[in-house]
């Protein structure tokens, strides 16, 4: 079956403009999670959703980031007035639920600020 | 708050040496720890996983890893590495209230 897909696979931006990353689940994952990783380091969590709502939003590096997920799957994170330190990669995973469960990643999206 | 730390930043071995790569978790809570592994050029995927039960786990392509719960850690273990081991491998634990912490990676790189 399908796996976890993210859109757009790259993207150049200039400092100060918003920028919006979509990930699609897999089907029946009501878990989904944002990671940003950066050259050299590790998994850095974002945030996390249960079905629609975001139990924590303390992961979120600044009040320029927000994420949405609606209907139980797609989500998106917005990163508004981009900064250059918020070039990274950011990974999109899901799963059946939290805790034991294994998440299955995406692919990632590229985000350069220059 | 809780942590993951990998000891090893990146790993060298010849093929067919044994592999050990450290991960220690710092939470008081109940944890369910991970290994991921990322090839070249692909997405992560897990390697293995322990929630409960028997502390030695045995995940894909051979690899397995031990909890010990005094010593808050999750090593990761192979008898014998191939080439196509060459990858770098992540050590994760999740709580269960949805907090999902990666340590920084190990670069495992098997010469052959």
């Known amino acids: 079956g399908a796996g976890v897909s993210q859109s757009p696979s790259n993207k150049v931006t200039e400092k100060g403009k918003d920028v919006e990353l979509r990930c699609d689940p897999i089907s029946g994952h009501t878990a989904l999670y944002w990671y940003r990783q950066s050259l050299g380091q590790g998994l850095e969590f974002l945030i996390y959703?249960?079905?629609?709502?975001?139990?924590?939003k303390s992961g979120l590096p600044s009040d320029r980031f927000s994420a949405e997920r609606t209907g139980g799957s797609v989500s998106t994170l917005t990163i508004q007035r981009t900064q250059q330190e918020d070039s990274a990669v950011y990974l999109c995973?899901?799963?059946?639920?939290?805790?034991?469960?294994?998440?299955?990643f995406g692919p990632g999206t590229r985000l350069t600020v220059t | 708050a809780q942590s993951v730390s990998q000891h090893n930043h990146h790993v060298i071995l010849s093929e067919a040496a044994s592999l050990e790569l450290g991960c220690n978790y710092s939470y008081g809570g109940t944890v369910n720890l991970f290994w991921y592994v990322q090839y070249p050029g692909q997405h992560l995927q897990l390697l293995l996983k322990?929630?409960?039960?028997?502390?030695l786990v045995k995940g894909i392509k051979g690899f397995e890893a031990e909890f010990i719960k005094s010593k808050f850690s999750f090593n990761l273990r192979k008898p014998s590495v191939q080439w196509s081991d060459t990858a770098e491998y992540f050590c994760a634990v999740n709580d269960n209230a949805g907090k999902s912490t990666f340590g920084d990676g190990t670069t495992l790189t098997v010469k052959p």
């Open positions: 322990y929630f409960s039960g028997d502390p």
């Open positions: 959703f249960q079905g629609n709502s975001a139990p924590d």
């Open positions: 995973a899901s799963s059946l639920g939290q805790g034991a469960h294994e998440q299955y």
